[in-house]
């Protein structure tokens, strides 16, 4: 994925921040890491939320996974999904402490428009295919905990009652339904665009992948005391996605002490792992198997 900041924002940027302190310089940094999805501009004549329900309803996972994959590659997603918001870490209190940023979508993933978006649960298998085509990466339990405090917006978590139905296109579309409510509740402190939690389970990066590489790991659905609905759990097969799912996604670099880091690189390294994963020990795996063979 190529970032390439404006120049003259850049060289203004440069200038203004000369001889002004830590917060300039925090700016600073941030300019040089801004982050847009490098995916093409949205069609005037693209799908809307609404049209990707009825088409997707009737098809089986694996057409469904292949039609979700070409709207978003084909630029399909609402404007707001485009620009990456910042989070931040302190790790540490004494020498050396680190200074951690990441970059991550400010919603989770949907397909459509601004004005009828459709937030799409999908399997890791998908997930981790769109990543690796857009140069993004999975997130940790940890991440999911700290987008979640950092958030401008932590919406209450509204499960729907337990059934076969709930790993279903309309069931999927009842629960989109019912998180606009609460979001539009909030519009105008908080437009599309601001950084929102606690609405999904996230699909997270976890070393129970490497033990159980035909399965998903989820975490979180946080309420709005903390708490989280959901404990780390892999008990679902890999191929399993039902309306409570989302895909938040992460750029695959991240900022630690100012220098450009790979996200997969620190999750991996035995001394700077807990910089971005609570887990013990770094992270054998940092991405998902994309097997199709075990899907239904």
């Not at 590489?213 to 996605?241: F, M």
Request: proline letters at 7%; a negative charge.
């Amino acid at each position: 994925m190529t970032i390439i900041p404006p120049l003259l924002f850049l060289i203004a940027l440069s200038l203004c921040c000369q001889g002004n302190g830590n917060s300039d310089n925090s700016l600073q940094e941030e300019a040089l890491f801004a982050a847009n999805l490098d995916l093409p501009e949205r069609s005037v004549n693209a799908y809307s939320g609404t049209d990707l329900v009825q088409i997707l309803t009737p098809l089986s996972l694996r057409e469904r996974e292949e039609i979700i994959y070409s709207e978003i590659m084909s630029g399909n997603i609402p404007s707001f999904l485009r620009q990456l918001k910042s989070v931040s870490a302190s790790v540490g209190t004494g020498n050396p402490t680190w200074e951690l940023i990441f970059y991550v979508t400010a919603d989770y993933m949907a397909v459509g428009s601004d004005e009828d978006y459709f937030l799409i649960p999908m399997t890791p298998i998908l997930a981790q295919e769109i990543a690796d085509a857009l140069g993004l990466i999975m997130i940790t339990r940890k991440m999911v905990n700290d987008i979640w405090l950092q958030a401008d917006l932590q919406l209450e978590p509204i499960p729907i009652d337990p059934s076969p139905e709930m790993v279903t296109i309309p069931v999927f579309a009842d629960h989109n339904e019912l998180v606009w409510l609460q979001r539009q509740d909030k519009i105008d402190p908080f437009p599309l665009g601001a950084m929102v939690g606690g609405h999904k389970k996230d699909v997270v990066l976890s070393n129970r992948i490497s033990e159980n590489q035909d399965k998903v790991v989820i975490y979180g659905w946080h309420r709005t005391n903390g708490q989280p609905i959901q404990p780390l759990y892999s008990g679902h097969i890999n191929w399993y996605a039902d309306y409570s799912h989302g895909i938040r996604f992460a750029l695959a670099k991240c900022s630690v002490n100012g220098e450009e880091r790979s996200v997969s690189d620190l999750l991996q390294d035995s001394d700077l792992y807990h910089l971005l994963s609570d887990e013990d020990g770094p992270m054998i795996m940092t991405r998902y198997p994309v097997d199709k063979s075990s899907y239904p």
